[in-house]
């Protein structure tokens, strides 16, 4: 089975100032990682994804996230954060090369990053 | 593209009534469906996951007699609580992927709001 433990449970920053969000995970098996991002009374965006390859992964919306295996992280990364920014974000991981219906998400237990102007 | 829907956004309802909760990918062919369920400022926790034509999976500690799911086309799949009661209220957010290769997306609708009474 797989964990993910999402470090803060809240991080609090001002605008244009960079933020980290940190996301560890427990596996015995090759895992893919991915964060997701929430916002109020919404479902889950897709930020980004590691799936295999280079460890730096760049997704939408200006964030990337490193994939760690050494130390099992694959913390979430802005140089530059905006209001808009302000939501919940999940860290989730899955076993690698599952399909179809074993294809299954572990969630964090999210971060709710608040950015003030 | 990967529009996922899910009706009602939102329902209140007396205790021991039964609800239904539909789910809709829009443009693309959903093989498998997953049900999630988020309690206010926590994880989403995986209920069940289903595909077209086959019964769903549930997760271990999910009343599968509660949980009524069925997906049967591959474009919709329903979740019925029966006899709710208040401990049953909850965001419940679906999502959908096609393929069985060995990763394919989840894309998530954007959550119904239940509130039993």
């Known amino acids: 089975a797989q964990s993910v433990t999402q470090l803060d449970s809240q991080v609090p920053v001002f605008e244009e100032a960079p933020v980290e969000l940190r996301c560890n995970y427990s596996?015995?098996?090759?895992?893919?990682l991915f964060w997701y991002v929430q916002y109020p009374n919404q479902g889950l965006q897709l930020l980004l994804k590691?799936?295999?390859?280079?460890?730096l992964v760049k997704g939408i919306n200006g964030f990337e996230a490193e994939f760690n295996k050494s130390q099992t992280s694959f913390h979430l990364r802005k140089p530059s954060v905006h209001i808009s920014d302000t939501a919940e974000y999940f860290c989730a991981v899955s076993k690698s090369g599952s399909g179809g219906s074993n294809y299954k998400l572990t969630f964090g237990k999210g971060t709710l990053l608040t950015v003030n102007p | 593209g990967a529009v996922v829907s899910q009706h009602p956004s939102r329902v209140i309802c007396k205790s021991g009534t039964s609800v239904k909760i539909e789910c809709r990918s829009l443009d693309f062919q959903a093989t498998t469906m997953f049900w999630y369920r988020q309690f206010p400022k926590q994880s989403l926790m995986l209920m069940a996951t289903?595909?077209?034509?086959?019964?769903?999976?549930?997760e271990q500690g999910v009343e599968k007699d509660k949980f009524l799911i069925n997906h049967a086309s591959l474009t919709l799949s329903t979740l019925t609580v029966t006899s709710a009661h208040p401990e049953d209220s909850s965001f419940y957010i679906c999502?959908?992927?096609?393929?069985?290769?060995?990763?394919?997306?989840?894309?998530f609708g954007p959550g119904t709001r239940l509130t039993v009474l």
């Open positions: 590691y799936l295999s390859g280079s460890t």
């Open positions: 289903s595909n077209e034509g086959s019964k769903a999976t549930y």
């Open positions: 596996s015995s098996v090759s895992v893919y």
């Open positions: 999502s959908a992927s096609s393929g069985r290769r060995s990763y394919n997306e989840q894309f």
